[in-house]
């Protein structure tokens, strides 16, 4: 970042060093295109705020450029006010409009938020496009800049200051714990309202904030450029901040204001000369850096680096390894668990009973996947649910985490009704998740998941400020240890083996479990001394530092030595509840799984 | 409004609506099927109107035309079956954005292409059917009426293909559930070649079709694509039927709209204002498929 | 994205023998529709300004300097002007520019070009407003063209004088648009106050620019059934207009006749397809000015000789004239700086190729330019029609009258009080006095 702040001071010098070594060139131009370059500089990190950190992909980021452009020129040509405070004003408008059309594109996801966001720009280019008494319509708004501004130094000095400030802002906004939240999002939509992140609420700031700081950015551009037009608007005026972003890197807070630079220097050479050969030239770049990395546009500057590291290393490996070994649920450590400061568990208020589940249903069209179950959990309990594929035990424990509504019926958890409650709103009550199919945040690393997990579940996401990666940084190296993952605790996650990942995973649901863990089919692909290593944890961790444990299991002998409640499923519904002994002496419980057995053997 | 105005400004409607449907439909078909959101389709579009113009007016009207339009749909399928294989293919199945960009890259490098081959200028074709019909006082340009029988009939073929052949209900399948069709032993590879190379040719015929009746230019190809999202979004990505209803609606919205001087500012506008209605209370739109 | 237009199938060559040395180089900017919208125009004016670029050098160039041609394509849209305005100026020290086509183009530039001080002759872009308006006023703005008030004015009293009743309008919604359709507007309410306009004022103007379907207007049209129709739409949307009009009814425009501005451009362009019976108003019809005028009929000859038989348009005229005039004003003041050179051009006489003398009034930096009309008709002499009847129209009668200057400089028409962009001459004193 310091980098950025002298190399930009040091524009305008070096400019007029050119001039003077060239004397047919103008230092004038070389500062007002490192003007340009600052402007687009800003607007293409304030669009990598959503793209590179939060995973949305907007078409209307332009139109708050745009936005904020008109803001500057109305309040200076038509309304007569300075034109600082037209600047002042910019980002204010930008975000307020940003705001209201981002409560609207955010009743839609993924895709359809991106065409949402296309008709939105759509819509606001033709507003101020039609409006032609207020804002000139086609013809833009010209203005004359005040003498104070007209040189081009000053202007220059005046826009990296004010691009400096804006982007000192976002990098404190990206590196705190708000930033570790849209990181989670971009990552893993699921896991980030599993660990208590309104993911709808996050993005909406995001988009607001990017939105403001475009606002920003459309104002400067009527300050260097002296001309506000509604092409500004037009949806395809977000190919610019987007190709930007790519050409610099979307997974660094600079890599975008470094694109703006390239751009900028391979427009103005480029173009000129051979100006559809630039077209030619910029989708060649796109395209070679969309099809020659396999991981998404993220995975950029870390091709880059593999490739520099092979260059450099040749074959020999280093002391670092690439790759964990898959050990990690082999060297789990009870005793650093139970001396964890991750883990949490509170006293839970109700008497004894911490969940109960009434008669929750749920169908899909037809199909009745849960039916009418009633289960009750006590505090400190061990509980395991168990039954044939297709029981309906995943999708209950959907219903329970608020992946699913049920179709009726309540959950009452710790007192309080859970039933059809969102995600994150569960997440928050206490209760920790491990998913059956591993959900992690696969470019993060080990010990940010953790730490994410952490942040999120304890409230401080909120905060737009502090070093998320300095926090709780102790505490989950210590449970990334306990989880036998303390050696590759810096490793991306999504590097790890499955049965790794499996350990990030156990070991989240554990962090977030202040009262109640889930887990769902922890031991699936684990071997047995894995399984058993992996339940003495959990054991434990429940009878020693009081956790209540719902899981659902295939392994009878997991379900023998950890649980103390078992409840059988069948077909949706409860079969029956009782003991381990009881269970297994239960003639129908041998018959569900006999009948289950003989249809394997039959191959049916 | 008397009834033969109201017929007139219908008829303008509706061949509005013709060649946007067209064009539509090819979006639609490869969203539907694919799941990819092409932001090249109009640079198909553009591709089809300059061969078409180019030897149309190197032929001579009438042959001209009809020969430059089937050059160009074929042209234009070939791109995109090029277009498919080299680029589409390395990125299905990733994130959205990076299939955007893809396609959007293709659109670039096309129009520079353009630019390159066929010059910047604006480029005009005389209609290959001239004449008009008189009806209620009013005249009604024959290519016009063309451009709408035109457009049913290609429906109706559309429409043909994908509930008449085995391509078709392979199409549909792969619209409906594209996890099961891996399972059904279709070729899965050359299917969305074949599709992509349909809509490709949708997008060209509209192009070729549209060709008289406007100045071509290098800039046709962003105006058009916006508006067939729209219809696609309107319409339902995946269905013919609501690619035409969807055409429909913004054909007469903005015909009437714009002639109506309370809504001639916002004629545009409204078409954007039904987008985004759609995208909020019924994000699959009028006929299409909720999403897995 | 800018572009150097390499205007290849003309050199440089320099068209006289004599062995010139020059001091160095110095070049003259301008942003250019080569694509888009105005593309006919562009291509003339090019063309036009390459010659004179040659005449200048041959005659020892503009104060011992070579001058050489600094074109960049716009492709008719005011961000692309104004960026290549930026990087003429400042990246290669252009002594001059000529102003773009379209009035929102020369609208956004003028500020820059006041700005750092580059004196600009207007040859295209037309808007009074240019010249007078408060708040847009450059003292280094020379406009050659019959501004919008000469122009709307003028067709506004001969649209009176056709003795009819109902009028359809049809306009760019920009700022030449707006302003011309006003001054014909007004005009033709003075003249003949019991004419109607058919459709709604909001229904006059249409997005610009191209936009390429015009079956709404058509139908609006036909549905209207006016006894003229009043166009200023100009280019690739005249183009497109009258073709699909034809193809809807190849007596469209006898059943509706039309006036229109109209420039050789778009009469070559449509050729034998361009209807006849158009009551047509240009700014510098070549066919129209040819009498007792060697200086143009050398003109066209050198023109065609360079550039393949083409003939000259008003375009290249106009901006023949501008460059010529620049170059004399240069020469005369001895400098390139901006203020000597307005100082040889305010208040003086050039000659130009329209077969009469011009003269920039100092007012408004306004020179007293005339229009043609006249009706459209076949002719054997050229691949296009030409106007048979036609009258040049003086300058000086069309000129706005110095009151009104004045009073609109002093912000006395401004529609909202302290908005100098809502002036409207038809709101001076001195024309509603009239």
Redesign the interface.
């Known amino acids: 970042m310091l980098a950025l702040f002298v190399f930009a001071a040091l524009v305008p010098p070096l400019a007029g060093l050119y001039e003077n070594l060239n004397p047919?060139?103008?230092s004038?131009?070389q500062i007002?295109l490192g003007t340009t370059a600052l402007v687009l500089a800003l607007w293409a990190v304030s669009y990598n705020l959503m793209l590179g950190y939060t995973g949305m992909v907007s078409f209307a980021h332009a139109a708050y450029y745009g936005v904020g452009a008109y803001t500057v020129a109305l309040i200076f040509?038509?309304y007569?006010l300075p034109i600082l405070l037209g600047l002042a004003a910019a980002p204010f408008v930008a975000a307020a409009v940003g705001f209201v059309t981002g409560l609207v594109a955010q009743r839609a996801v993924r895709l359809y938020f991106s065409l949402l966001t296309l008709a939105i720009s759509q819509l606001l280019f033709s507003l101020v496009?039609s409006s032609?008494?207020f804002t000139?319509?086609?013809?833009?708004i010209?203005?004359?800049?005040p003498d104070q501004l007209?040189d081009?130094t000053t202007l220059y000095y005046f826009t990296a200051a004010i691009v400096g400030i804006c982007l000192l802002l976002m990098f404190i906004l990206v590196r705190s714990p708000l930033g570790a939240a849209l990181l989670s999002i971009r990552e893993n939509r699921q896991r980030a309202a599993a660990i208590g992140i309104n993911v709808r609420l996050y993005e909406l700031a995001v988009y607001t904030v990017a939105a403001l700081f475009a606002g920003v950015a459309g104002g400067l551009f009527v300050m260097y450029?002296?001309?506000a037009?509604p092409?500004?608007l037009y949806w395809t005026a977000n190919a610019q901040p987007v190709v930007v972003s790519l050409l610099g890197g979307t997974t660094t807070f600079l890599g975008p204001a470094i694109g703006a630079f390239i751009y900028v220097l391979l427009?103005?050479s480029i173009?000129?000369?051979?100006?559809y050969q630039?077209?030619i030239v910029l989708g060649a770049i796109v395209l070679g850096v969309v099809l020659a990395v396999p991981g998404g546009i993220s995975d950029v500057p870390s091709v880059f680096l593999r490739l520099r590291e092979r260059f450099r290393r040749g074959e020999q490996d280093e002391a670092q390894p690439a790759e964990s070994a898959g050990e990690a649920i082999r060297m789990f450590d009870v005793r650093k668990a139970l001396a964890s400061e991750a883990i949490q568990t509170e006293e839970v208020h109700s008497d004894q009973t911490l969940l109960r589940i009434e008669h929750v249903s749920r169908s899909f069209g037809g199909l009745r996947a849960v039916d009418d179950v009633s289960l009750e959990v006590k505090q400190g309990d061990r509980h395991a649910i168990i039954g044939p594929n297709g029981a309906g035990k995943s999708t209950l424990f959907n219903l329970l985490t608020g992946q699913l509504k049920p179709s009726s019926g309540k959950v009452i958890f710790d007192g309080r009704d859970i039933t059809g409650k969102p995600p994150h709103v569960i997440a928050r009550t206490g209760i920790g998740r491990a998913f059956q199919i591993t959900t992690i945040f696969p470019k993060l690393s080990v010990r940010q998941n953790l730490q994410y997990a952490i942040l999120a579940h304890r409230g401080y996401t909120v905060r737009p400020f502090g070093i998320a990666n300095r926090m709780f940084s102790a505490e989950a190296q210590d449970l990334a240890e306990a989880v036998g993952l303390g050696t590759w605790a810096d490793l991306p996650a999504g590097q790890l083996s499955h049965g790794d990942q499996r350990a990030i995973e156990i070991a989240i649901s554990l962090a977030l479990g202040s009262k109640l863990v889930l887990l769902d089919e922890p031991t699936a692909g684990m071997s047995a001394y894995e399984t058993d290593k992996a339940m003495e944890l959990v054991r434990r961790l429940a009878t020693e530092r009081h956790l209540t444990l719902l899981f659902c299991e295939h392994d009878m002998s997991v379900v023998f030595s950890t649980a103390r409640t078992v409840t059988v499923m069948h077909q949706g519904r409860v079969l029956t509840a009782g003991t381990p002994e009881q269970i297994r002496r239960n003639p129908d419980v041998q018959k569900v799984y006999l009948g289950e057995l003989e249809q394997e053997e039959l191959g049916a | 409004?008397?009834p033969?105005?109201l017929l007139?400004?219908a008829v303008?409607g509706l061949?509005?609506a013709a060649y946007l449907f067209i064009v539509a439909a090819g979006l639609s078909l490869v969203f539907g099927a694919l799941r990819v959101i092409n932001m090249a389709h109009g640079s198909f579009y553009m591709i089809a109107a300059f061969v078409t113009v180019v030897i149309a007016n190197q032929i001579g009207a009438q042959l001209g035309f009809w020969g430059g339009l089937l050059v160009a749909v074929a042209v234009t399928g070939a791109i995109g079956g090029l277009v498919e294989v080299l680029v589409l293919r390395r990125v299905y199945g990733r994130e959205h954005l990076v299939q955007l960009l893809g396609t959007y890259a293709v659109s670039l490098v096309v129009a520079g292409g353009v630019?390159i081959v066929f010059g910047?200028?604006?480029r005009?074709v005389a209609?290959p059917i001239?004449g008009?019909v008189d009806l209620g006082g009013?005249?009604?340009?024959?290519?016009?009426l063309f451009m709408i029988v035109a457009a049913i009939l290609i429906g109706a073929g559309v429409w043909a293909m994908l509930y008449r052949t085995n391509l078709g209900r392979n199409i549909r399948a792969a619209v409906a559930d594209p996890d099961l069709l891996n399972a059904t032993g279709v070729n899965v590879t050359r299917l969305y070649t074949t599709v992509f190379v349909i809509g490709a040719g949708l997008a060209g015929l509209g192009g070729s079709i549209v060709a008289?009746?406007?100045?071509i230019?290098?800039?046709?190809d962003t105006?058009v694509l916006v508006l067939a999202f729209a219809i696609s979004v309107i319409g339902g990505l995946g269905s013919i039927i609501g690619s035409a209803v969807g055409a429909l609606i913004v054909g007469m919205v903005?015909?009437y709209g714009?002639?109506n001087?309370?809504t001639?500012?916002f004629a545009?506008a409204f078409v954007f204002i039904i987008m985004t209605a759609v995208l909020i209370v019924r994000p699959r739109g009028l006929f299409g498929l909720p999403e897995n | 994205?800018?572009?150097?237009m390499i205007v290849a199938a003309c050199g440089s060559q320099p068209s006289g023998n004599q062995a010139v040395t020059f001091k160095g180089t110095k070049k003259v900017g301008y942003s250019a529709p080569?694509?888009?919208q105005s593309?006919?125009y562009g291509?003339a004016v090019s063309q036009a300004l390459n010659l004179a670029a040659d005449d200048i050098n041959a005659k020892g160039g503009v104060n011992g300097y070579k001058i050489e041609m600094d074109i960049?394509?716009d492709?008719t849209?005011?961000?692309q002007a104004?960026?290549n305005t930026?990087?003429m100026i400042?990246?290669d020290?252009v002594v001059a520019l000529m102003g773009s086509v379209t009035?929102?183009q020369c609208?956004?530039e003028?500020?820059?070009a006041?700005?750092n001080k580059i004196i600009t002759i207007d040859a295209t872009c037309n808007s009074w407003q240019l010249t007078m308006e408060s708040?847009?006023v450059n003292p280094y703005w020379i406009s050659i063209v019959p501004n919008t008030y000469m122009e709307g004015t003028a067709a506004g009293r001969l649209a009176a004088g056709l003795g009819v009743n109902k009028i359809f309008i049809v306009s760019p919604?920009?700022?030449f648009g707006?302003s011309e359709t006003n001054a014909f507007v007004a005009a033709l309410k003075k003249a003949n106050s019991s004419v109607q306009i058919v459709?709604?004022?909001?229904?006059w103007?249409v997005?610009?620019?191209?936009n390429?379907?015009w079956?709404?207007t058509i139908?609006?049209i036909?549905?209207a059934k006016p006894d003229l129709v009043y166009s200023n739409i100009f280019a690739?949307d005249q183009?497109?207009f009258v073709?699909?009009a034809l193809?809807?009814?190849?007596q469209?425009f006898v059943k509706f006749p039309m006036t229109t501005l109209v420039s050789v451009d778009e009469l070559n362009?449509l050729g034998s397809q361009y209807p006849l019976g158009m009551h047509a108003y240009m700014r510098a019809p070549f066919f129209a000015l040819q009498d007792n005028n060697s200086r143009l009929a050398d003109f066209i000859t050198r023109y065609r000789a360079k550039y393949n038989g083409e003939y000259p348009s008003d375009w290249a005229v106009m901006d023949y004239d501008a460059f010529m005039l620049w170059a004399q004003a240069a020469n005369s003041a001895k400098s390139f700086d901006a203020d000597q050179v307005v100082k040889q051009v305010s208040g003086h006489t050039f000659d130009s190729l329209r077969g009469y003398k011009i003269t920039i009034r100092p007012n408004e930096l306004q020179a007293n330019v005339g229009e043609t009309i006249g009706t459209t008709t076949s002719s054997s002499a050229y691949p296009f029609p030409i106007l048979k009847d036609s009258t040049n129209l003086k300058g000086d009668d069309l000129m706005m009258p110095l009151q009104m200057v004045n009073e609109i400089k002093g912000d006395q028409c401004d529609g909202t009080a302290?908005?100098p962009?809502?002036a409207n001459f038809a709101l001076c004193p001195s024309w509603k006095a009239s």
Not at chain 3, 199 to 203: A, G, K
Request: charged residues 15%.
């Open positions: 047919d060139a103008s004038r131009f007002f040509k038509r007569h496009y032609y008494d000139g319509g086609d013809n833009g010209a203005i004359t800049l007209t081009y450029q002296q001309q037009y092409e500004m427009d103005n173009s000129k000369q051979f100006p630039f077209d | 409004m008397t033969g105005q007139l400004f303008g061949s509005n630019r910047a200028n604006y005009t209609s001239p008009h009013y005249s009604y340009a024959n290519y016009s008289p009746s406007q100045a230019s290098s800039s046709i105006d903005v015909s714009l002639v001087p309370r001639n500012q545009i | 994205m800018a572009a150097t080569l694509t888009g593309a006919l291509h960049q394509d492709g849209t005011v961000p104004v960026s930026k990087s400042l990246q020290n009035s929102a609208l956004a003028s500020p820059i006041k700005q708040d847009v919604k920009y700022l707006i459709n709604n004022p909001s229904t103007y997005p610009f620019p191209t390429p379907r079956d709404s139908n609006a036909q549905a690739a183009i497109n073709k699909q193809a809807v009814d190849p469209f362009t302290g908005q962009n809502t």
